[in-house]
DNA sequence: ACGTCCTACGCAACTAGTTGCATAGCATCG
DNA sequence: CGATGCTATGCAACTAGTTGCGTAGGACGT
């Protein structure tokens, strides 16, 4: 279960309500890890049970009430714990690659439009990465300690966009060749 | 839902069994879509009602009974109807990219233990691969028109692997640096 | 005045997938 | 002779995550 571990990583950076880490989720953490509104409150109200948040409301001028959560000892304790542990390796999985395999028995034509509009996602996708780095860490020789894993994990996705890219080319090309 | 469709194309090159499939999903299709045998029962007896595919008994010596599935001509049809429609792009998930992101808050030298366990998995899969298109495809340039798919399958996942190896060694190299 | 959007929280019902277990005969190894 | 492992199917209970809906007030445009 990383959901959690992800709030908890993201609420020792800041404290945040839900519907702040819904935001958050929408944006940094969650280009690794995606989570709806109703997922984030679900997990939180475990996580509260469990004593690794705490919450206190928060009244707001204009604005409904909003429940501030932080972390706790116990919740920086279990983030030491989880670390310590080998992460399971997680099996890719791609509907899309299904799909590949599966061409002789579907639409060709269909198929390339997809992996095209996949080139364009990936392509789009790079260059929102490629931006945020420039934006974030223009210096990456330099960084500060509490920047490294972000830093990092971005740059895993822009490693996993190319690759994405890449692999369209070749299936583009591997299919005009063929005809 | 990919399974059901894993499946139609898994039945659509050769008839199965429900014990059949899951071996196949643990070996070729499953590197990108992994099944356990119970959720593989479950949605073949409702593809069963659907009317996609259809089994008969076959009794065997020494052996328990099975019940092979073979697709239909409906199964033939969802899976064209299904190749038209654009995969929804799936979104990266990461539980290790969580961790790494939160390696401040962790124990920094387990996290690396864990990037270097990885690394050798990346560095294994991609051997294995390699030589299954070895052994699959010696010449990839002259590929039959069934091949090319479960090719091109293949190549995805061999790019991917290398990607997270470089991950790994990216990685490695900046907390090294940092030191 | 009305519609639409944003902040903010949450429930209910569902689907997909996991974990654990049960059954049952035969094969193989020590 | 007993343990283990393979073939073969499946149920039950659970967890994670999705979809759809509800509430409530304020902002902002037309």
């Given at each position: ?21 819904a935001?958050?989720?929408?944006a940094?953490?969650?280009?690794f ?9 679900k997990?939180?109200g475990?996580?509260?049970s469990?004593?690794?948040v ?28 989880w670390?310590?542990?080998?992460t399971?390796?997680?099996p ?6 299904v799909?590949l395999?599966g ?26 990465y490629?931006?945020?780095a420039?934006?974030?860490?223009p ?14 994990v ?26």
């Amino acid at each position: 279960m990383a959901l959690e571990h992800a709030i908890l990583v993201s609420l020792a950076e800041k404290t945040a309500s839900g519907y702040d880490l819904a935001r958050r989720f929408d944006a940094s953490i969650g280009h690794f890890w995606k989570a709806s509104h109703q997922q984030i409150y679900k997990v939180l109200g475990r996580m509260e049970s469990d004593k690794w948040v705490e919450s206190h409301l928060v009244a707001q001028d204009n604005r409904p009430d909003k429940k501030v959560y932080s972390i706790t000892g116990e919740g920086r304790d279990e983030l030491m714990r989880w670390s310590s542990v080998p992460t399971p390796i997680e099996p890719l999985r791609s509907e899309f690659a299904v799909k590949l395999r599966g061409t002789q028995f579907g639409d060709r034509d269909a198929v390339l439009a997809d992996v095209r509009v996949r080139r364009a996602a990936h392509e789009a996708q790079i260059a929102y990465y490629e931006a945020s780095a420039q934006r974030h860490y223009p210096d990456p020789a330099s960084l500060r300690e509490d920047e490294l894993g972000a830093y990092l994990v971005l740059r895993g996705g822009i490693l996993a966009e190319q690759t994405g890219m890449t692999w369209c080319d070749e299936i583009l090309q591997a299919f005009e060749a063929e005809r």
